[in-house]
């Protein structure tokens, strides 16, 4: 968001559609309050046997009671080989420039 002279550039997915809005001065929009909790509140990435050790536990393949032995080994190999696509918290979803729209 760009303000600059009363005027809020509202950037959207489609480039050069900028929505813009004027706001008179003085005008009060939303008063702000501290954000100090929310950023202390930002997680680290794990390392990555941390990662792989909370997901197996997450997912609590060893409990269930519908897989034999081998498929509980199975699953847990396929968790490891692709442990980079699971998430470690609902904050950590990465970003992607490959993306295509009509």
């Known amino acids: 968001v760009d303000v600059y002279n009363s005027r809020i550039n509202i950037p959207t997915a489609l480039p050069d559609q900028d929505v813009q809005l004027f ?46 032995n081998d498929q509980k080994r199975e699953l847990s190999d396929l968790v490891t080989e692709f442990i980079d696509v699971f998430s470690e918290n609902k904050f950590d979803m990465g970003c992607t420039d490959i993306i295509e729209a009509d």
């Open 23 to 68: 706001i008179p001065a003085n005008t009060v929009v939303k008063q702000l309050s501290f954000i100090d909790n929310t950023i202390h509140n930002i997680q680290q990435p794990m390392p990555p046997e941390q990662k792989l050790e909370h997901v197996l536990t997450q997912l609590r393949i060893a409990d269930n009671t519908n897989l034999s």
